[in-house]
Nanobody, 127 residues
Framework: QVQLVESGGGLVQAGGSLRLSCAAS????????MGWFRQAPGKEREFVAA????????YYADSVKGRFTISRDNAKNTVSLQMNSLKPEDTADYYC????????????????????WGQGTQVTVSS
């Protein structure tokens, strides 16, 4: 079965950095689009970043543009999210997700269109 396992979350001070990783198994990773989402307590899950199967195209929420970088290694079946200049409002549970190009098309920010999800990793940014 498909498994997505996130790691790298933790507690960091504002202005600091964290790198999240997501290891995928049970799917032909190189053919799937990958996304990162986050959910803060009491809020809806929101799009953070996405990357197409080849890694050539990346997409970001306005709130993280210029601070976060998504990347993937198709040889290792991993996708990463480098988070710099973290702010307290970045505090949330972060989830990686995978989806097929047929399902997603150009709608990479729509969580309902992703087929597989990880269990999440917690990121806390203190002020």
């Amino acid at each position: 079965q498909v498994q997505l396992v996130e790691s790298g979350g933790g507690l960091v001070q504002a202005g600091g950095s964290l790198r999240l990783s997501c290891a995928a198994s049970g799917l032909t990773f190189s053919t799937y689009y990958m996304g990162w989402f986050r959910q803060a307590p009491g809020k809806e899950r929101e799009f953070v970043a996405a990357i197409r199967w080849s890694g050539a195209s990346t997409y970001y929420a306005d709130s993280v543009k210029g601070r976060f970088t998504i990347s993937r290694d198709n040889a290792k079946n991993t996708v990463s999210l480098q988070m710099n200049s973290l702010k307290p409002e970045d505090t949330a549970d972060y989830y990686c997700a995978s989806g097929s190009s047929i399902n997603l098309g150009s709608r990479l920010s729509q969580p309902s269109l992703y087929q597989y999800w990880g269990q999440g990793t917690q990121v806390t940014v203190s002020s």
